[in-house]
């Protein structure tokens, strides 16, 4: 099995093909690191850290961190230009939570990120217990001028999992949230994170979580390989011989697992992660090599016969086609 060829020829619907469908050429993501806390380093509920992250908040860009947000989306527009040739982006507030702080504030970013003729949407990285009604009223208003995609850090559906990472969050919130932002955006490009490699993982818990997020109204997932960063509270258990990360064969079986029964039609926007600095990474080494790990990926697709979707039994409902008419409608709509 060498993949479908409505895949490019590879076992899973990745998100550049999904991009490629809504705006009809290739289109990259610029990630830029505006928000600068969130609610668990802020301590407002008492929470600490996530047990994961490191002092960036997940930023992919670090180094241009503090640069103003124009001077970041020029900076990492020029590198995906001259590294892959590219010319229509998205631009992705990815670091630490983009809805704790003012709404005001969020959206005066946005319009900074929209002036760029090249920018064809925006994409938000949030939390599930970060969403408001004024969140809502302005990603509405964003999406009567262009494409808007959230990212909601779910990371996983077991309770225990998530108190062990000290998330302040539980799955029955992070479900009722996606159906929250589902009813009142109806036409927003709706994302969750999803991490493997946690404690406790199994299988078969891994073959429930794909269950479930078929029945979320969601177009696309992510997938996160849990590494270990320095200056992370994961560092000291690793250090202390509490914690393991899963070995990369270990890893790839996880990923299979869970794409198999997933949706064909819920698109993918990774299956490997890797540290934002390279010099942060503790374990495991095999997280230090993004294209070597997800290479072993897609070979161990080919090992099984495996597919995205292979033990689907659901029913196809099209998000793909029916957020490229969300779009088309905007589109048109604007031309007006």
């Not at 262009?146 to 077991?158: A, R």
Request: aromatic residues 12%.
């Amino acid at each position: 099995m060498s993949g479908f060829p409505q895949w490019q020829g590879l076992p899973y619907f990745p998100i550049s093909l999904y991009y490629h469908y809504l705006f009809g050429e290739k289109v990259w993501k610029v990630p830029v690191s505006t928000a600068t806390t969130c609610p668990n380093r802020d301590g407002i509920r008492g929470m600490t850290v996530c047990n994961f992250c490191d002092e960036w908040g997940s930023a992919a860009y670090p180094q241009h961190r503090e640069e103003h947000l124009s001077s970041q989306i020029a900076l990492n527009k020029e590198h995906l230009r001259k590294r892959y040739n590219a010319h229509k982006f998205l631009v992705y507030f990815q670091a630490y939570t983009n809805t704790f702080s003012k709404t005001q504030t969020l959206e005066k970013q946005i319009d900074i990120a929209l002036k760029n003729k090249d920018v064809v949407g925006v994409v938000i990285g949030t939390r599930p217990d970060c969403i408001s009604d004024a969140v809502f009223e302005l990603w509405n208003r964003t999406l009567k001028k262009t494409f808007v995609s959230v990212e909601l850090g779910v990371q996983s559906f077991d309770e225990d999992q998530l108190i062990w990472m000290h998330r302040g969050h539980t799955a029955k919130l992070a479900i009722k949230s996606i159906y929250r932002i589902r009813e009142a955006c109806p036409d927003l490009d709706l994302g969750i994170h999803l991490m493997f490699g946690l404690p406790g993982e199994t299988r078969e818990q891994i073959k429930n979580f794909s269950l479930l997020t078929n029945q979320l109204p969601i177009n696309n997932v992510k997938l996160h390989n849990l590494h270990v960063l320095k200056n992370t509270p994961l560092e000291l258990e690793y250090n202390a011989g509490l914690f393991r990360p899963i070995s990369k064969e270990e890893y790839a079986d996880r990923v299979i697992d869970f794409l198999v029964y997933l949706n064909p039609e819920i698109s993918v926007h990774r299956l490997t992660a890797v540290a934002s600095r390279h010099d942060e990474l503790v374990a495991p080494a095999w997280a230090g090599n993004k294209m070597a790990s997800y290479q072993y990926v897609l070979d161990r697709f080919k090992e099984r016969m495996a597919y995205q979707g292979q033990e689907f039994q659901g029913h196809l409902v099209s998000d793909v086609a029916r957020s490229l008419s969300s779009l088309q409608n905007l589109n048109t709509a604007n031309a007006l």
